[in-house]
């Protein structure tokens, strides 16, 4: 009966949390729609004299929402972070449990930063070398739809890509990974990341490598985190043994 009432507890924690995130991000919503104009003009920049095309009226509110949409998680993001927090945090130990929420402004930091990297280094390399190729043959005629959506596609994924240092520092520093072991796993990191940029870019090397080479130089920054955390911990715990040797020391006498 108390595993039942548990169970029915977390399942009432979980819906209070998930609506405390909704209901942010239906307010950020209706905000990003007031300001979609803005944020419309921002995110087509890249494209210079390059003119954006809808097939109907009804692609106009389509890529409206869209806009809307993103632009309301991301500004939800801290929040729902920190809701996702505060569920998990009854099965975290304390000392987990202050690592997690000392990570959580990093983590917001860092998908910002992913997003912005992307945005701003990978996006309009891979875009106007795609660009490049198709006014050799073609008129190029692009609708808004396919171009948001392809902006999404390879922006998103390195606000997540972004947070590996974040998570693995937070798995280093409760034990659960070691460098050491980071390090072993190199090759098969650099194959799953490998494929993984190849299912997010478009099918051509030039991006490919916009999106792999970032990948893998986060994976050793990750590296030597973890192992400047793993130096700080062990030290700390050696600080921990002298102390306690010295207090028994002390009662001794």
């Known amino acids: 009966m108390d595993n039942e009432w548990t169970l029915v507890e977390h399942l009432s924690e979980l819906r209070r949390r998930v609506v405390y995130s909704l209901i942010l991000v239906v307010l950020f919503f209706i ?23 809808v097939l109907g009226p009804g692609d106009v ?72 190729l198709s006014f050799e043959n073609f008129i190029v005629v692009m609708t808004a739809h396919r171009y948001f959506s392809f902006l999404v596609n390879l922006t998103l994924p390195f606000g997540l890509i972004f947070e590996m240092p974040i998570a693995l520092l937070f798995l280093t520093r409760i034990h659960v990974v070691t460098p050491r072991m980071l390090s072993k796993m190199r090759k098969y990191a650099y194959f799953a990341i490998i494929v993984f940029a190849s299912l997010i870019s ?51 006498i």
């Open 31 to 53: 905000l990003s729609l007031v300001f979609v104009h803005q944020i419309f003009s921002v995110l087509e920049a890249p494209l210079g004299h390059v003119k954006l095309a």
């Open 61 to 132: 509110i389509q890529i409206y929402f869209m806009i809307a949409g993103f632009g309301s998680l991301g500004m939800s993001l801290p929040f729902i972070l920190y809701q996702l927090w505060k569920f998990i945090q009854p099965a975290l130990s304390p000392k987990e449990s202050r690592a997690a929420m000392t990570m959580l402004p990093f983590a917001f930091l860092m998908f910002l930063g992913g997003v912005a990297f992307s945005y701003f280094v990978v996006f309009p390399i891979v875009l106007h070398f795609l660009l490049q």
């Open 202 to 252: 478009p099918p051509e090397l030039v991006s490919h490598l916009s999106v792999a080479t970032p990948m893998m130089a986060l994976y050793e920054i990750s590296i030597m985190l973890c192992r400047l955390q793993a130096r700080r911990m062990a030290k700390n715990i050696n600080i921990s043994n002298s102390s306690s040797v010295v207090s028994k020391n002390i009662q001794g």
